[in-house]
Each structure stands twice: as structure tokens, then as C-alpha cells.
């Protein structure tokens, strides 16, 4: 089926889903996803904090760490 978006759109959500899929690829190889070695992990943690910002590459990595099968920290065990 074609897409109804134009052209230019289309482009920018694609590049908006490469850019979420290669955070989402960096955040799991920083907490060790992937069997990452430690030097892997130690280079994916430095690439995903340059790229987003501290707070958001924590952010990232309990999400990583979620989708793994991990609880969830803090207050949202209890209102999540």
C-alpha cells in the first residue's frame, strides 16, 4: 500500500526511527546486552552519553534493562 505522506516527510520519520533504533542498540550494549564485552560496553556507554545527555542515557539503559525482563526501579514498581 503507498504511503500518503509526502516524500519529505517520510524521510523524517524514517531517520527519526534509524536514530531511536541505534540509541536503543547503544543503550543495550551499555548495560551489557548482546554479550558486549566490557570494552564494548564502556565504548557504548560513552557514544549514547555524548549523543543524548547523561539523564536521558540512564533513562535509555533502564529501559534496555527493562525490555530484558528486569523490575522497574523506584516508584514506578508501585505505579507503573
Do not use: C, H, W, Y
Not at 560513552?46 to 545527555?53: E, I, Q
Amino acid at each position: 500500500m503507498r504511503s500518503r505522506m509526502k516524500p519529505e516527510q517520510l524521510a523524517k520519520v524514517r531517520a527519526a526511527a534509524q536514530n531511536t533504533n541505534t540509541l536503543n542498540t547503544l543503550a543495550t550494549q551499555a548495560v551489557g546486552g548482546g554479550n558486549a564485552t566490557r570494552v564494548q560496553q564502556q565504548k557504548a556507554q560513552r557514544d549514547l552519553t555524548k549523543a543524548v545527555g547523561a539523564k536521558k542515557a540512564a533513562k535509555l539503559q533502564e529501559q534496555a534493562i527493562q525490555r530484558a525482563g528486569a523490575s522497574r526501579k523506584g516508584l514506578g514498581r508501585l505505579f507503573g
